[in-house]
């Protein structure tokens, strides 16, 4: 398991952002790592619960879930009560039945828009997963075949029309890269991010998305 405790350790410090809840948003490109590395600081952070925001987003509105995300999980958060949301099945075209998110101290919010300005204010950190757009894209296309092809397709349009009017990056509080083991942690500030320290994982058996 990845030694993150050095980062998590201060997020637990962060005041709370959405009620008694610190919000921790992990933004990327489509394929740049976000599931996989919020899996594994969730874990390090003690199970913390993960929303990801494929769930909230459906083939009509990749990007227009801002109001369900507001209306089904902040507010709820925002009174220290459970969220309860109705998870999209992509596979079926609907959305599911409904799914709990129990409050905690820290609550990690992963998936492409997490960083968004609409959902800033909620946010405690913004961490950005640092792998460029093209390089995400190919690595996504590759995991999850030709079949998806016309998806993917569609989803790197949508997803460059998001970023290009509301970015994230240069919102961030850290710039995450991938290294061959393990992660880099940059302190993130735009084109003047300057290095932290890295950390390593002795688990490579996962894959890098």
Known sequence: MSDLSPHTARLRTLPPSCGPVRLIAVDGHAGS?????????????????????????????????????????AGP???????????YDWTARRFGPPRTLDPAPVVLVEGVGAGRR??????????????????????????????????????????????????????????????????EWLEGSGATARASHSVTQSDRSVPPY
């Open 77 to 87: 958060l925002s009174h220290g009560e459970p969220a309860r949301y109705e998870p």
């Open 118 to 183: 609409a959902l800033r204010p909620l946010v405690a950190h913004l961490l950005w997963m640092d792998l460029p757009a093209a390089e995400s894209w190919e690595r996504g296309r590759r995991r999850d075949g030709p079949a998806l092809t016309a998806f993917w397709d569609d989803w790197t349009t949508a997803e460059s029309a998001h970023f290009s009017a509301d970015p994230s990056r240069a919102w961030a509080d850290v710039l995450v890269r991938q290294l061959p083991v393990g992660y």
């Open 33 to 73: 790592g976000k599931s996989t590395f919020a899996a594994r600081l969730a874990a390090e952070l003690g199970g913390a619960p993960v929303l990801h925001l494929d769930d909230l987003a459906s083939h009509d509105e990749m990007f227009d879930w801002t109001d369900r995300f507001r209306s089904q999980v």
